[in-house]
């Protein structure tokens, strides 16, 4: 129990981050990928959203993750581009 606690936490902290660098996107468009301001907010909340039910674990958190996961790859974006 206690490692997946750890691992919620680690990923918490992704999402924290996540949160965090679209949140500077916003202020610096040139920081991110080309997507429009409202993708970058979108994103502020849902990963914010994801990062505090990691930790707290309200019900339905693991269907809500995995539509999102689904969301994802079915309209991926390069995380990379040369």
């Known amino acids: 129990m206690a490692a997946s606690r750890t691992l919620d936490a680690l990923l ?3 999402f924290a981050g996540a949160a ?13 990928e080309p997507a429009p301001p409202w993708s ?3 994103f502020v ?11 707290r674990r309200p019900r339905g958190l693991t269907l809500l993750f ?5 969301e994802r790859k079915c309209h991926p974006q390069p995380v990379l581009t040369a």
């Open 40 to 42: 970058h907010a979108l």
């Open 45 to 55: 909340g849902i990963n914010l959203a994801l990062a505090r039910g990691l930790l």
């Open 20 to 32: 965090a660098f679209h949140a500077a996107a916003l202020l610096w468009p040139d920081l991110g």
């Open 66 to 70: 995995a539509l999102f996961t689904l």
């Open 12 to 14: 918490a902290t992704a």
